[in-house]
Structures are given as structure tokens and as C-alpha cells.
């Protein structure tokens, strides 16, 4: 059978990603809406569009580490922003725009990695003002769209936006399949579509369409939402799991901040513990990522509890083991 191929994807799938935005209280023309490889084809997409040597890019301190990377291989020079698990501090970059030219700013408003933190109302207002006025790329990463514990879903970038906002934004579909289904979404602000298609063009004509086909069935279903909901629910509970678990045996000087968004929460330490904090960790049978892990310069002292995919027993007792780790720590220090 003979196909068209566009690369910004197939027109039905495009259509139901258009509509599943509006759930979210989000809207894209179909024109602006391109399916992608993975996330981190977008960001290169992104970079090598909206990004020239000596760039100021601004990212969170702690964040997806290859975003930054993909921006400094595209020559960026990179600032970071402090988080904390009230948001962001964008004193920084409110600062950088009164003397500086800032190219763009990568944000992970709801759910950011490793944190699981959000930015407030505030904050997210304040960068989709600043993008308008100022006229900077603003990148949204979406990453655990769909995957949200409080009762509505949490406000986007893209649906605060004015079609004239400088704003990309991209959604993972992996979640919804399997890690390896390397298929998202990414919508252009209107003024970069024709110049952003030729760039998709170049980089692999169209993404793969049977793989595009598959999304395009599971869209089609009624179920959908109804499954999404049942896993919201189990990842609810198992949150809560982690919870209860982080104050039965963590030592009181650790705080942990649960998340509104995605499958991970962080745990705040008096210190920094580093990597000497995860081979401790791995002698004592349970993988877990340090503060160090996921920092660009300073780090925001603690580690990162993955709760989604485990159990609350297994959970429990890994939390535990932790917290073994950490009292021995912390009676040598």
C-alpha cells in the first residue's frame, strides 16, 4: 500500500493529539502539532532552530541533563535557575532580561525532574509574560503529561499562552506504552512551523509510522482515559506508600516533598551527600540517585526515591536500607 508521508506526522493521529490537549485545557492547530521521536529529538529539533553560537540558555539547576547538553553542543552558553519545592527562583533570569539577551529558557513545570516539584501559578504567569514581552524560545517539557495526582489536572505553559508566545511544548508518550515506544509530541509556536518542518524533514523525513499507527489506536479507544485513571490511582497509593515509609525510618532532619506530577520524589538531607552516598547504597543492596546525579552546578542536597514501579513492601524495605545508610553517615560526620 502506497502512503503519503508528512513529516510532521500522520493527520489522524495529529488530530487526536489536538483534541487530547483540550482535556488539559491546552489548544494547538493541527499545523503546529508534530509527532517526534522522543523527547530528545525535539530538543535537538529545538537547538539547532532556536539556538547559535554564544546563546544564553537559561535551565533549572537540577533538570534532564541532556537538555543542557543538547543546548551547549549547539553552543549555548547556560544559566541555571535554583528550584526548591515551592518552584523556581527566577530572580536570575528576571535580571538577565534587563541587561541581557536571552535566547531560551527549558522548563519542567509540572512534575520537574529528578524533584517531582511544580512551579506555582505565579511562576508559570511570569515566564509565559516574560517570553511575550521579551521574546525568548520557552520550552515546555511535559514530560509525565497525563500522569497527575491532585484531583484536576495541573496547569500547562501552553494553556496560558497567546498564539504569538514563543513556546514550545512536548509530551512523552512512553509512559502510555513501554520506555522503549520513543514516540512524543512537540507544538511549534505558529511563527516556526514552516522552518521547523523542513528541520524535521532533514532529520529523519517522518517518524515511524507504525509505530505512529499504534498511538493512533490507542487514542482511538474509549478506554484510554479510563486506564490512565486507574494508573493515577495505583501511582497515587504508591506515593503514599513512600510516604509513610520515608517517616517511619528516614532520620527527622530529612523532609520528603511529595509530587504532583510523574513517578519520583525527592527527599531533602541536611547535607549533601554525593556519590559516596550511592556506593554505600548499592553495598547495601538498593540503587537510589543522589543529589549529584542530576546537577549542572550546585545541587539541592538529598536523593531521589522512584516509587511507580515497586511495591509497597519492597519499597519499604528499600527506604529502609536508606535510612541505615544515612544514620551511619551522618554518626561519622
Known sequence: MEESFDPFGIPELRSRLQGWLTL???????????????????????????????????????????????????????????????????????????????????????????????????????????????????????????????????VSLLSLAKPTTPLYYLASFSHLTHPSFRLGMMVCPNEAVQKMERKKFLADSHTSTLNQHFLLKLFESESLEDSLSLKRAVYRQRRTDALVSCARWLPTACTYHPSDCGFSSWVTTPQKLGFSFFYACLEAGVLVMPDEAFSLTDTHAGFQINFAGIEAQYLDEGIRRIARVLHHLYRHR
Open 24 to 154: 488539559y485545557g491546552a489548544y494547538s492547530r493541527l499545523e503546529q502539532l508534530c509527532v517526534v521521536s522522543g523527547t530528545q529529538q525535539a530538543l535537538q529539533l529545538i537547538a539547532s532552530l532556536e539556538v547559535t553560537q554564544d546563546s544564553i540558555v537559561f535551565v533549572p539547576e537540577m533538570c534532564y541533563l541532556a537538555a543542557a547538553e543538547i543546548f551547549r553542543d549547539h553552543g549555548a552558553h547556560i544559566r541555571t535557575l535554583s528550584i526548591g519545592s515551592d518552584g523556581i527562583d527566577l530572580r536570575p533570569l528576571e535580571q538577565a532580561l534587563k541587561s541581557k539577551r536571552v535566547s531560551l529558557v527549558y522548563t519542567m513545570p509540572n512534575g520537574l525532574y529528578p524533584t517531582g516539584w511544580s512551579y506555582s501559578i505565579d511562576q508559570k504567569q511570569k515566564l509565559v509574560e516574560w517570553s511575550q514581552t521579551y521574546q525568548f524560545t520557552l520550552v515546555e517539557d511535559d514530560y509525565y503529561a497525563g500522569f497527575y495526582y491532585p484531583e484536576k489536572p495541573p
